[in-house]
């Protein structure tokens, strides 16, 4: 018997339907389009002088928040910030809803700290403004940003065996498999 | 079937719908992407299905939903969900995925109509089967325990000794004697020693993403290869079987199929068995309804795709206050079958088992922990991982599923395949009876985990308010009377008399918990036995 597919590490992207339906994240970026920061990501909209280096720093920052060195490897020093833009970029839907929060970024970034640019802000600047997304209401456009940026951060950063060692893990699985099985563990 | 079959230089031809797997190619336990895919499904290697209206969930059960402490409540429709059949289409079928749970009936759940008035009677008994259950174990080479197992007489031991708990399951272990249950090890189609071949398992808990180093039993790796070895089977891969025609005399006439070119073809045979469980055979014969069966195929009592029986299925994890490094293990180690006979819940028909499942809930590795175990985000929560990373235990229960008349499998009226065969819509429905069998999995698998000294339960799955399914049954049932059956006691069809059917849509009753696969492939040898012995039929 395998395990209930309501809660597989896959389709992270999916419209995040491990956290919101898929009806929800629809109607959260639907008409994403109008909105008035349009998404740059590709470099398709000027906005600041480098447009495309400005959100890709923006999204790494936001990643370095979420997953932070502390002795163990940041997201963007295990390069999950390009795995994740690189999606962004491939995945319409995402796409339009990482616009939409940019706006609401550089709203609450402006309104809390007199600047929109969150790359400018401090470390606990910016996990304030962090905070404040995950802890928006249900539905809102920060907060499903939040969730599925953050499942896809760790959907990449624990498939990487740099990312282990810190856990004593000694994976992959196999080929060596765990032959000590029966014995209690023998943590490094 | 096919090894039987070709074993006794009877030539077969093995349709397989979907493709074939390589599993040093194909699966990825040794990649570091493992964890990013559950079983790394190919093309064309799920059948498709749909849903009948879903039950509104009875509130007075809802300490039962579905929750994860990080993700909190999964369902929350009021309306139970459709969830997911478990499966693979492919050379080697579900077990490819399978945690290599190597089963037997147990007797007392075979005669549910006689003794409670509930599914039906197998049409023979558990003694009958008993030799052909010990072919199969030796072909699989089942690892189990040495002790008689006072339920089910064995007339031989298991072909290899049981694997060992894994330190985390001996918490589960020692827990259980702390309420006078006793778990023991559980019987695996997984080797615990080299054997025909093969090497043993070397406990890396990846079973349900496909075994890589080949110890786990499943039939790509076992039956299927002896089966091309006799010389008189002929494996196809990607042949999709899309009509059954027949033809006078109560014969069938032809198999309707596409090839993996796209082609149309047709063959025929003086045998035709049809495997494709209890979700797929009955649309096969469904759909294969003509002149000469205007209902479907074998319907003429109107049984096939009624008793449709699902997995009733809990599994609970918490965790533990100690290391365990629990992600080493093999599936399912350990097996309680205290309560496996179908009067041994009070108040309650059908029986239950438990098992150590720590490895099926997915708790395998640092990404499950990240996802579904370390709350929050930042510095915070890289310190739960290191906290937690290896600390979840779970216990899985799996039930008794009675049939009702609300549960059944029929063609779906608008949605077809791309042969445009109508595809199956599965009806589910879980009785009040169900639900209290659940109740009791439930709240035993709390007192389970909290007896094994673990702390706070972090997920709670269940089929309460989803139709989480891999084991299916009853859909094209055997029995005696040809009235409220599909299939006589050796598979056969009543009417068409060189059909057979081979599969857990064959069963009966669903049995408390058993996993089928063994006794499917207990029935097929046995089945190839009369078929062989009345080579006229």
């Given at each position: 018997?395998?395990?209930?597919?309501?809660?597989?590490?896959?389709?992270?992207?999916?419209?995040?339907?491990?956290?919101?339906?898929?009806?929800?994240?629809?109607?959260?970026?639907?008409?994403?389009?109008?909105?008035?920061?349009?998404?740059?990501?590709?470099?398709?909209?000027?906005?600041?002088?480098?447009?495309?280096?400005?959100?890709?720093?923006?999204?790494?920052?936001?990643?370095?928040?979420?997953?932070?060195?502390?002795?163990?490897?940041?997201?963007?020093?295990?390069?999950?910030?390009?795995?994740?833009?690189?999606?962004?970029?491939?995945?319409?839907?995402?796409?339009?809803?990482?616009?939409?929060?940019?706006?609401?970024?550089?709203?609450?970034?402006?309104?809390?700290?007199?600047?929109?640019?969150?790359?400018?802000?401090n470390?606990?600047?910016?996990?304030?403004?962090?905070?404040?997304?995950?802890?928006?209401?249900?539905?809102?456009?920060?907060?499903?940003?939040?969730?599925?940026?953050?499942?896809?951060?760790?959907?990449?950063?624990?498939?990487?065996p740099?990312?282990?060692?810190?856990?004593?893990?000694?994976?992959?699985?196999?080929?060596?498999?765990?032959?000590?099985?029966?014995?209690?563990?023998?943590?490094? | 079937?096919?090894?039987?079959?070709?074993?006794?230089?009877?030539?077969?031809?093995?349709?397989?719908?979907?493709p074939?797997?390589?599993?040093f190619?194909?699966?990825?336990?040794?990649?570091?992407?493992?964890?990013?895919?559950?079983?790394?499904?190919k093309?064309?290697?799920?059948?498709?299905?749909?849903?009948?209206?879903?039950?509104?969930?009875?509130?007075?059960?809802?300490?039962?939903?579905?929750?994860?402490?990080?993700?909190?409540?999964?369902?929350?429709?009021?309306?139970?969900?459709?969830?997911?059949?478990?499966?693979?289409?492919?050379?080697?079928?579900?077990?490819?995925?399978?945690?290599?749970?190597?089963?037997?009936?147990?007797?007392?759940?075979?005669?549910?109509?006689?003794?409670?008035?509930?599914?039906?009677?197998?049409?023979?008994?558990?003694?009958?089967?008993?030799?052909?259950?010990?072919?199969?174990?030796q072909?699989?080479?089942?690892?189990?325990?040495?002790?008689?197992?006072?339920?089910?007489?064995?007339?031989?031991?298991?072909p290899?000794?049981?694997?060992?708990?894994?330190?985390?399951?001996?918490?589960i272990?020692?827990?259980?004697?702390?309420?006078?249950?006793?778990?023991?090890?559980?019987?695996?189609?997984?080797?615990?020693?080299?054997?025909?071949?093969?090497?043993?398992?070397?406990?890396?808990?990846?079973?349900?993403?496909?075994?890589?180093?080949?110890?786990?039993?499943?039939?790509?790796?076992?039956?299927?290869?002896?089966?091309?070895?006799?010389?008189?089977?002929?494996?196809?891969?990607?042949?999709?079987?899309t009509?059954?025609?027949?033809?006078?005399?109560?014969?069938?006439?032809?198999?309707?199929?596409?090839?993996?070119k796209?082609?149309?073809?047709?063959?025929?045979?003086?045998?035709?068995?049809?495997?494709?469980?209890?979700?797929?055979?009955?649309?096969?014969?469904?759909?294969?309804?003509?002149?000469?069966?205007?209902?479907?195929?074998?319907?003429?009592?109107?049984?096939?795709?009624?008793?449709?029986?699902?997995?009733?299925?809990?599994?609970?994890?918490?965790?533990?206050?100690e290391?365990?490094?629990?992600?080493?293990?093999?599936?399912?180690?350990?097996?309680?079958?205290?309560?496996?006979?179908?009067?041994?819940?009070?108040?309650?028909?059908?029986?239950?088992?438990?098992?150590?499942?720590?490895?099926?809930?997915?708790?395998?590795?640092?990404?499950?922990?990240?996802?579904?175990?370390?709350?929050g985000?930042?510095?915070?929560?890289?310190?739960?991982?290191?906290?937690?990373?290896?600390?979840?235990i779970?216990?899985?229960?799996?039930?008794?599923?009675?049939?009702?008349?609300?549960?059944?499998?029929?063609?779906?009226?608008?949605?077809?395949?791309?042969?445009?065969?109508?595809?199956?819509?599965?009806?589910?429905?879980?009785?009040?009876?169900?639900?209290?069998?659940?109740?009791?999995?439930?709240?035993t698998s709390?007192?389970?985990?909290?007896?094994?000294?673990?702390?706070k339960?972090?997920?709670?799955?269940?089929?309460?308010d989803?139709?989480?399914?891999?084991?299916?049954?009853?859909?094209?049932?055997?029995?005696?009377?040809?009235?409220?059956?599909?299939?006589?006691?050796?598979?056969?069809?009543?009417?068409?008399?060189?059909?057979?059917?081979?599969?857990?849509?064959?069963?009966?009753?669903?049995?408390?918990?058993?996993?089928?696969?063994?006794?499917?492939?207990?029935?097929?040898i046995?089945?190839?036995?009369?078929?062989?012995?009345?080579?006229?039929?």
């Open positions: 018997m395998t395990v209930v597919s309501a809660i597989r590490t896959s389709s992270i992207y999916n419209g995040g339907r491990a956290i919101f339906s898929r009806r929800v994240f629809l109607r959260i970026v639907a008409g994403a389009g109008v909105c008035g920061l349009s998404l740059i990501l590709a470099g398709k909209t000027v906005l600041h002088n480098d447009p495309a280096a400005e959100n890709n720093q923006t999204i790494k920052d936001f990643l370095d928040i979420l997953i932070p060195e502390d002795g163990s490897p940041s997201a963007s020093q295990l390069g999950i910030d390009k795995i994740v833009i690189d999606e962004i970029n491939r995945n319409k839907d995402l796409l339009e809803l990482t616009g939409k929060f940019f706006v609401w970024l550089e709203a609450a970034s402006k309104k809390a700290f007199g600047t929109g640019r969150f790359s400018r802000l470390d606990s600047q910016r996990q304030q403004i962090v905070a404040e997304a995950a802890e928006s209401a249900e539905g809102t456009v920060p907060r499903t940003f939040f969730y599925v940026i953050l499942r896809g951060a760790f959907y990449h950063y624990y498939a990487n740099l990312s282990w060692k810190y856990l004593s893990y000694n994976g992959p699985p196999q080929p060596v498999g765990f032959p000590d099985q029966a014995e209690p563990p023998r943590l490094s | 079937m096919a090894w039987a079959l070709s074993s006794k230089k009877i030539k077969v031809l093995l349709l397989e719908s979907g074939a797997y390589d599993p190619k194909d699966y990825l336990l040794d990649k570091p992407q493992w964890e990013q895919t559950d079983f790394p499904y093309a064309n290697s799920k059948g498709k299905y749909s849903f009948g209206q879903m039950q509104e969930l009875d509130k007075r059960f809802a300490d039962f939903e579905t929750f994860n402490h990080v993700l909190g409540k999964l369902f929350k429709t009021g309306i139970r969900a459709t969830g997911t059949y478990g499966h693979v289409k492919g050379v080697g079928g579900t077990t490819l995925m399978y945690s290599g749970e190597a089963h037997r009936m147990n007797p007392e759940a075979m005669k549910m109509k006689s003794r409670f008035q509930a599914a039906a009677d197998w049409p023979f008994d558990y003694k009958e089967l008993e030799p052909y259950y010990c072919i199969a174990e072909i699989v080479g089942v690892a189990g325990p040495t002790a008689d197992d006072a339920k089910r007489y064995r007339s031989k031991p298991y290899l000794p049981p694997h060992r708990p894994s330190y985390g399951s001996s918490k272990q020692a827990g259980c004697r702390k309420l006078g249950m006793n778990f023991v090890s559980n019987s695996l189609g997984i080797l615990s020693a080299p054997y025909d071949g093969r090497p043993p398992c070397n406990y890396c808990g990846g079973c349900n993403r496909g075994c890589q180093r080949t110890d786990k039993g499943s039939v790509d790796r076992t039956f299927i290869p002896k089966a091309v070895a006799t010389g008189y089977c002929t494996l196809r891969a990607g042949c999709q079987v009509g059954i025609e027949a033809g006078d005399n109560d014969r069938i006439k032809s198999v309707s199929y596409v090839d993996s796209g082609n149309i073809q047709q063959v025929s045979g003086r045998i035709v068995v049809v495997s494709c469980g209890a979700i797929e055979t009955p649309r096969l014969l469904l759909a294969s309804s003509g002149r000469h069966a205007p209902d479907g195929l074998c319907n003429e009592s109107g049984m096939v795709g009624k008793n449709f029986m699902e997995t009733l299925y809990a599994i609970t994890s918490a965790l533990h206050d290391r365990l490094a629990s992600y080493r293990a093999a599936s399912a180690d350990i097996i309680c079958w205290d309560y496996n006979n179908p009067d041994a819940i009070k108040d309650v028909i059908g029986g239950c088992r438990f098992s150590a499942a720590t490895a099926e809930a997915g708790f395998a590795g640092p990404l499950n922990y990240a996802l579904r175990v370390a709350k985000w930042g510095k915070g929560h890289k310190e739960q991982m290191r906290q937690t990373f290896g600390n979840v779970s216990v899985a229960a799996i039930g008794e599923f009675l049939p009702n008349t609300k549960s059944y499998i029929d063609l779906d009226p608008a949605a077809k395949d791309a042969s445009g065969i109508p595809i199956a819509r599965i009806n589910t429905y879980n009785t009040e009876m169900d639900l209290m069998r659940l109740r009791f999995m439930m709240e709390r007192q389970i985990l909290f007896s094994s000294g673990a702390g339960i972090i997920e709670q799955i269940s089929t309460y989803s139709f989480t399914s891999s084991h299916v049954f009853g859909t094209c049932r055997m029995g005696k009377d040809s009235r409220d059956s599909v299939l006589n006691a050796y598979c056969q069809s009543h009417r068409w008399k060189n059909l057979f059917v081979v599969d857990a849509s064959v069963f009966p009753s669903s049995g408390g918990g058993e996993s089928p696969s063994l006794t499917i492939e207990a029935l097929a046995r089945t190839a036995g009369y078929i062989a012995e009345n080579k006229s039929t």
